[in-house]
Every structure is written in structure tokens, then in C-alpha cells.
T-cell receptor, first 111, second 112 residues
């Protein structure tokens, strides 16, 4: 089973920020928090990852709780092209056999 | 140019057959992966492979075997196909030691 919990679906209006939550209460000290997204009929696409500190890149920001048991992916200004399934995954280096993408959050963007 | 490519895109075959799915990456990565996405949409890793090490998810039947002719290719061979093997199979690659993976477009396998 996936070690993360996410809401099944969320909606947001176009050009507004989106906050996608993820719970990972059993995270271990060596687990990195990764976010990928999957558009319809495509393979997953890397979005961002982090270990302890908040992270920013051109696609999104990742806010990690101080106890690391939860995190939030932030899309600062959603566009219709951001409609996808967003996966929060825990990955540990050299433990690839344990990677599981859960059901993710299906993000709907309203024009 | 496509970074990670897979062929075929669709594969329909009978139970008991043996089939292969090819994967190629032109990113210069040294680690490649195979994932299976089942009907419930869970995406699970099957294998990760670099020049030094093959890591196998213990739940993968030994009917599945990855074969790497060189660093840019990791093909998936499946023997004695079963109905439960029907799924979308994704290939991915990354630099060794880095977790940012680049995925291919997927191969939809249907076993009749």
C-alpha cells in the first residue's frame, strides 16, 4: 500500500493558487517527499521534491511540515493545463523496490 | 526528440504468449525503471536497473524479466502472459542516486 494519503479530488478556479495536501505520518528519516503529476493518457511528470526544508521551482512550491508528517504542493497560479492527477510519493535512495504511487488527487481546473 | 520512448504503444495478445516491450532513453541517464499501472490506477515499481545493480520488487512474478542491451535501453520481457498482466506499463529513467524520474508515454497491454 502507498504510504501517503491524499484527497481523491479537488477543484480550483483558473489563475488562482491551489494547495494540494498530503499526509505521510509514517515517514522515515531517509524518505524524500516527491510530487509527480499525470495528465490523461501520459506518463507521470516530475514536479518537485524535498526532504525537510520548503522548496521552490518553476512549476510549484513544496511546503513541508516541521514534523514531516504532512506536506502541501502549491501551484501559485493554476491554468487549465494543470488539470491532472497529482501524486505524493515517499522515495528513499537505494530503496527503489518500495516505490508506490497511490491514487493521487485529481485536480479539476474551472475556467 | 522524445526523452523516453516505448514501443509498442498498444499490445493486444492471447493468454500464454510471450511478449516484449522496448524502452529507450536519450537523456544519458544510467538508471532505468519499469512500472505497472493497474486498473485501479495504482502505479507500482517493478524494477530499477543500472549498470551495477538490478533491484526487483519482490511482488513481481519471475515471468517478468528486464533486459538491458546497453545503458540507453531497458526492455521488458513477459513470459506466459496471464489475464492479470493487463495494465499500462511505464518505463522511466533517472541519473543514478537522483530521484527525479522521466517517464515514457506508456504501453497498454491487453491480455485476452
Amino acid at each position: 500500500d502507498a504510504k501517503t494519503t491524499q484527497p481523491n479530488s479537488m477543484e480550483s478556479n483558473e489563475e488562482e493558487p491551489v494547495h494540494l495536501p498530503c499526509n505521510h505520518s509514517t515517514i522515515s528519516g531517509t524518505d524524500y517527499i516527491h510530487w509527480y503529476r499525470q495528465l490523461p493518457s501520459q506518463g507521470p511528470e516530475y514536479v518537485i521534491h524535498g526532504l525537510t526544508s520548503n522548496v521552490n521551482n518553476r512549476m510549484a512550491s513544496l511546503a513541508i511540515a516541521e514534523d514531516r508528517k504532512s506536506s502541501t504542493l502549491i501551484l501559485h497560479r493554476a491554468t487549465l493545463r494543470d488539470a491532472a492527477v497529482y501524486y505524493c510519493i515517499l522515495m528513499t535512495m537505494n530503496r527503489d523496490d518500495k516505490i508506490i504511487f497511490g491514487k493521487g488527487t485529481r485536480l479539476h481546473i474551472l475556467p | 526528440d522524445t526523452a523516453v520512448s516505448q514501443t509498442p504503444k498498444y499490445l493486444v495478445t492471447q493468454m500464454g504468449n510471450d511478449k516484449s516491450i522496448k524502452c529507450e532513453q536519450n537523456l544519458g541517464h544510467d538508471t532505468m525503471y519499469w512500472y505497472k499501472q493497474d486498473s485501479k490506477k495504482f502505479l507500482k515499481i517493478m524494477f530499477s536497473y543500472n549498470n551495477k545493480e538490478l533491484i526487483i520488487n519482490e511482488t513481481v512474478p519471475n515471468r517478468f524479466s528486464p533486459k538491458s542491451p546497453d545503458k540507453a535501453h531497458l526492455n521488458l520481457h513477459i513470459n506466459s502472459l496471464e489475464l492479470g498482466d493487463s495494465a499500462v506499463y511505464f518505463c522511466a529513467s533517472s541519473r543514478y542516486g537522483y530521484n527525479e524520474q522521466f517517464f515514457g508515454p506508456g504501453t497498454r497491454l491487453t491480455v485476452l
